[in-house]
């Protein structure tokens, strides 16, 4: 399967403590856990992520375990890399939608060569940048809290918590109660012998 043998790669390229994104992330999770290098990818600490964009359409027990929004260590990064790739090779649509064969795989290599050699050059640009918007974010952010945290002071406010309890509240609620189904069922029963009985009347009419 294609996306196994890419963690097995990548495993093998750049070691442990990785966390990999992917439109399908909380279900390749279950693959990833009964399969041939699943005892690898657990001692190599491999965490899958449900790319940003993706996850909002994903249920929220799904983005509590999956959504780099809730998930820390994920900083600022959104894991939509292959999105913004696929992205900027539109601009190579003019040319090669009609060309042939050979220019049109010229064009792409001359594209993603350049597309390399630009952002290789705004790297360091790039990472300066991410820097000061997570400082910016830190600061903003904990004055925002500190000031709820002081107009709230007999309220529970562990914020690191809520998404947990969230999860845990989602996950006991995700089957029916044996009662509540009990109940259903037997207003559907009740709903089928009166049509049954109203149908057996108006045939002897």
């Known amino acids: 399967m294609y996306p196994l043998a890419?963690?097995?790669?990548?495993?093998?390229?750049?070691?442990?403590?990785?966390?990999?994104?992917?439109?399908?992330?909380?279900?390749l999770s279950t693959t990833l856990a009964v399969s041939s290098i699943a005892q690898m990818a657990r001692a190599a600490n491999v965490q899958l992520i449900v790319n940003t964009f993706h996850g909002?359409?994903?249920n929220c027990m799904c983005q509590l375990q999956y959504?780099?929004?809730?998930?820390?260590?994920?900083?600022?990064?959104?894991?939509?890399t292959c999105e913004h790739i696929f992205s900027s090779s539109n601009a190579t649509t003019v040319l090669v939608c009609h060309a042939s064969y050979f220019h049109y795989i010229q064009y792409?290599?001359?594209?993603?060569?350049q597309w390399d050699a630009?952002?290789?050059?705004?790297?360091?640009?790039?990472?300066?940048?991410?820097?000061?918007?997570?400082?910016r974010i830190i600061s903003t952010n904990t004055a925002e809290l500190d000031a709820y945290r002081m107009l709230h002071p007999n309220q529970n406010?562990?914020?690191?918590?809520?998404?947990?309890?969230?999860?845990?509240y989602l996950k006991s609620v995700e089957s029916e109660p044996?009662?509540?189904?009990l109940r259903v069922m037997y207003v559907e029963e009740l709903?089928?012998?009166?049509?049954?009985?109203?149908?057996?009347a108006r045939s002897l009419w």
Do not use: R
Request: glycine letters at 6%; proline letters at 2%.
């Open 157 to 168: 406010l562990d914020f690191g918590s809520w998404a947990a309890e969230e999860l845990a």
């Open 6 to 27: 890419t963690i097995n790669k990548l495993i093998s390229m750049h070691g442990n403590d990785q966390a990999i994104g992917s439109d399908i992330g909380c279900s």
């Open 191 to 200: 709903e089928k012998l009166a049509k049954f009985e109203y149908d057996t």
């Open 118 to 135: 630009d952002k290789y050059a705004e790297l360091s640009h790039f990472l300066f940048n991410n820097y000061k918007q997570a400082l």
């Open 67 to 80: 959504h780099p929004l809730y998930l820390p260590g994920t900083g600022l990064k959104d894991f939509e």
């Open 56 to 58: 909002h359409a994903h």
């Open 108 to 113: 792409l290599e001359l594209h993603f060569s």
């Open 178 to 181: 044996k009662q509540d189904v």
